[in-house]
């Protein structure tokens, strides 16, 4: 199917239209418009392919900090706001 859609008439077809629609000084622009913005494509998707391998590779990663339940006879801000609300 994809060698039926870039056969030579329907190339010379589209070739055609776009001169008609464009006109022969914006083609070039345009072209260099889209081959810009395809280098930029990939060149973020070469960022981010790299900073996903370093940051995969790397054994430094910050852990998580522990959570640590409050030790016994502890009390917590809440707890005594409410001790001292219930006494007055």
Do not use: C, H, Y
Not at 46 to 59: G, L, P, Y
Not at 70 to 80: F, I, Q, R, V
């Amino acid at each position: 199917m994809l060698e039926d859609l870039l056969s030579w008439d329907k190339l010379l077809l589209i070739a055609v239209v776009l001169i008609i629609f464009f006109g022969p000084k914006k083609i070039p622009d345009i072209a260099q418009s889209i081959g810009k913005g395809i280098r930029e494509f990939k060149k973020a998707m070469k960022d981010i392919q790299e900073d996903v391998s370093t940051s995969a590779n790397s054994d430094a990663t910050p852990k998580a900090k522990e959570i640590r339940p409050p030790a016994a006879g502890a009390e917590s801000k809440t707890d005594a706001r409410s001790k001292t609300e219930t006494k007055s």
